[in-house]
T-cell receptor, first 112, second 115 residues
Framework: RKEVEQDPGPFNVPEGATVAFNCTYS??????FFWYRQDCRKEPKLLMS???SGNEDGRFTAQLNRASQYISLLIRDSKLSDSATYLC?????????????FGPGTSLSVIP | EPEVTQTPSHQVTQMGQEVILRCVPI?????FYWYRQILGQKVEFLVS????????KSEIFDDQFSVERPDGSNFTLKIRSTKLEDSAMYFC?????????????FGSGTRLTVV
């Protein structure tokens, strides 16, 4: 089983739609979780951390289910500028440092 | 907003040549990383670096690769004898501390093309 798995997409949604991305991870020692976005041929940029209680940042809501080893990202009221690849990132705490694993990403296209 | 700076943005090199990719992490960050992304594939971990030594390296990071922080500012990745399959986008990242709650700040990357 891969360490971090995501729906590959692509997700093609109209402007204003709500879209949800899923991510699962295999290592139960995973400590912290993030969503990054990556525009075509650009660097990944941190979108938001994912907290156990769930957290919201404007139109974006992240959820974590440790029992199921599952993370989600919900985008409400999609904008054209949300078109990007969304990367699920899992941080496994080692003895004195962290190991960060990137998922393969889910591609989103928001259509006018 | 503080940035991680990478140079060059694009490097073309012949197979078998040595390349050095340069990164200037954010000044008060302590942990440094190199990742690569082959076109159309996922971001892959290469190496982490803390306190002037490698913390962890992946199976990709073989004897052809090395990292250095020669002057307390720059953080370099050297590929000794490049292969065609080394063609990828190489991202440097830094992190303020190794705490699990901090995400990384990535540089804009160096696109390496080996011909």
């Amino acid at each position: 089983r891969k360490e971090v798995e995501q729906d590959p997409g692509p997700f093609n949604v109209p402007e204003g739609a709500t879209v949800a991305f899923n991510c699962t991870y295999s290592n139960s020692a995973s400590q912290s979780f993030f969503w990054y976005r990556q525009d075509c041929r650009k660097e990944p940029k941190l979108l938001m951390s994912v907290y156990s209680s769930g957290n919201e940042d404007g139109r974006f809501t992240a959820q974590l289910n440790r029992a199921s080893q599952y993370i989600s990202l919900l985008i409400r009221d999609s904008k054209l500028s949300d078109s990007a690849t969304y990367l699920c990132v899992v941080n496994i705490l080692k003895t004195s440092y962290d190991k960060v694993i990137f998922g393969p990403g889910t591609s989103l296209s928001v259509i006018p | 907003e503080p940035e991680v700076t990478q140079t060059p943005s694009h490097q073309v090199t012949q197979m078998g040549q040595e390349v050095i990719l340069r990164c200037v992490p954010i000044s008060n960050h302590l942990y440094f990383y190199w990742y690569r992304q082959i076109l159309g594939q996922k971001v892959e971990f290469l190496v982490s670096f803390y306190n002037n030594e490698i913390s962890e390296k992946s199976e990709i990071f073989d004897d052809q690769f090395s990292v250095e922080r020669p002057d307390g500012s720059n953080f370099t990745l050297k590929i000794r004898s490049t292969k065609l399959e080394d063609s990828a986008m190489y991202f440097c990242a830094s992190q303020k501390d190794g705490g699990a709650n901090y995400g990384y700040t990535f540089g804009s990357g160096t696109r390496l093309t080996v011909v």
